[in-house]
């Protein structure tokens, strides 16, 4: 039974460009969330989709956006990219609309390094 | 608002006991612990629902105080495995009582268990 994917493993970019995250989730999830990760730091939510659509959203600006297939697996893409959105990436499936009562699952991560 | 977690770091020797606490100012739903080493995605440990509960795993147990808004994370007789850094990501209750799946997480608690 896979567990939460996410390619690529590690990503170098530089200012300004834009880049494509993605992530697979566990087997029977339906619900996919992204964190960043900076270095020291906990998870900070970036959004959740559950059903093609962004249910929920944290405090990213409008550059962070996100797609959710039919088969619910879910992209993030950043454009414009900034020294600071180097961090790891993260993302996490959960069952049943990903309510609070369930648990969360996190891939691998993507490291994002921006020059 | 981020909840706050105490210690910010440990240091045991295998067989020791630790405590982990995680407060919110905030009434919770859910507390959910993770265990993340160096370099890896955060391993999901257990859920705690408001309610009061405790649950247990392995050696590794958590309560929840609803009245404090706190859980707290036990670690008995703790192995080399355990060492890591602890994170506890909350959810908030809302008016409707549902809540879905945005977690903020503590800043996180370092673990270091020595031979």
């Known amino acids: 039974d896979a567990g939460v994917t996410q390619s690529p493993t590690h990503l170098i970019k530089t200012r300004g460009q834009q880049v494509t995250l993605r992530c697979s989730p566990k087997?029977?999830?339906?619900?996919v969330s992204w964190y960043q990760q900076a270095l020291g730091q906990g998870p900070q939510f970036i959004f959740q989709y559950y059903e093609e659509e962004e249910r929920q959203r944290g405090n990213f600006p409008d550059r962070f956006s996100g797609h959710q297939f039919p088969n619910y697996s879910s992209e993030l893409n950043v454009n414009a990219l900034l020294l600071g959105d180097s961090a790891l990436y993260l993302c996490?499936?959960?069952?049943?609309?990903?309510?609070?009562?369930?648990?969360?699952?996190f891939g691998d991560g993507t490291r994002l390094s921006i020059l | 608002q981020q909840p706050v977690q105490s210690p910010q770091a440990v240091i045991l020797r295998e067989g020791e006991d630790a405590v982990i606490n995680c407060s919110s100012s905030?009434?919770?739903?859910?507390v959910h612990w993770y265990r993340q080493k160096h370099g890896e995605a955060p391993v999901f440990l257990m859920i705690?629902?408001?309610?009061?509960e405790q649950k247990g795993h392995e050696k590794i147990s958590a309560s929840f105080n609803e009245k404090k808004q706190q859980s707290s994370l036990y670690l008995t007789a703790s192995q080399l495995s355990y060492s890591g850094t602890y994170f506890c990501?909350?959810?908030?209750?809302?008016?409707?009582?549902?809540?879905?799946?945005?977690?903020?997480f503590g800043q996180g608690t370092i673990l270091t268990v020595h031979p």
């Open positions: 996490a499936s959960s069952l049943r609309g990903g309510k609070s009562n369930q648990p969360q699952h």
């Open positions: 087997s029977g999830h339906d619900t």
């Open positions: 905030k009434a919770l739903y859910s």
């Open positions: 990501g909350t959810a908030y209750s809302t008016a409707g009582g549902t809540s879905y799946g945005k977690l903020t």
């Open positions: 705690l629902l408001k309610g009061g």
